[in-house]
């Protein structure tokens, strides 16, 4: 497939869904209605297309009372369509990197970058309940380009990563996954415990962290 030009002044519907959704990780139908100025019911024809084509991918997010609502995002086939230059300059800088430094050192680099992200919502954080917390860490996530969602069972909760901006760097450089461990751990004021991962196959990369690490 021919890639797109994320400069084309006349992009077609279809290139626009999936430059939206490039942008923003995932979106709602109503909400790319809105971002392309077409109806609900064309975009819902176009990502109908564009899932068959194995380009876009869905899944359900539970957000309070209510039936659950649907995202839609761009699967690896989806984003490959777009120029990867910037890919290619991040994963040649981390190669360097790692031959120039011992891995102890390339992990306490990441490790510092999550913290100081950390730092940036620290007052946004101050004082509140571990659920609050984490629906305020769902919303500041996706700031940094992620999608989350999280679910308690019993008195572990479990934080999934329903897409994630490091995804593809991540595939050759695995000690990039540190950064949303560290984020997720130091957001939380909990260890968070990596149960699953996109790199061994599974769908989400997922989180646990007990409540009981408090008590």
């Known amino acids: 497939m021919e890639a797109i030009n994320l400069d084309e002044q006349n992009q077609t519907t279809r290139q626009r869904v999936l430059k939206t959704l490039l942008l923003r990780q995932s979106c709602t139908v109503n909400e790319l209605a809105e971002a392309v100025d077409i109806n609900p019911i064309s ?3 176009h990502l109908n297309k564009l899932e068959a084509e194995g380009l876009v991918s869905s899944y359900e997010e539970r957000h309070g ?3 659950p609502r649907r995202l839609y995002q761009l699967t690896e086939s989806g984003r490959e369509l777009f120029p990867t230059r910037y890919l290619r300059l991040t994963t040649r800088l981390l190669s360097q990197l790692k031959d ?7 992990n306490q680099l990441f490790a510092q970058m999550a913290k100081d992200i950390a730092a940036d919502y620290e007052e946004a954080l101050k004082g509140l309940p571990l659920e609050e917390r984490l629906d305020l860490i769902k919303r500041l996530l996706s700031q940094e380009g992620f999608s989350v969602e999280w679910e308690k069972q019993g008195n572990e909760y479990f934080i999934r990563e329903i897409s994630c901006p490091y995804l593809q760097v991540s595939q050759a450089h695995p000690e990039v996954c540190a950064i949303d461990q560290t984020l997720i751990s130091t957001l939380l004021s909990l260890p968070a415990e990596k149960v699953r991962c996109v790199l ?3 769908n989400y990369c997922t989180y646990v962290v007990s409540n009981q690490s408090r008590e």
């Open 200 to 202: 061994n196959g599974d």
């Open 65 to 67: 009372v209510g039936r």
């Open 43 to 45: 975009v819902r024809h």
């Open 100 to 106: 120039q430094l011992p891995p102890a050192m390339v």
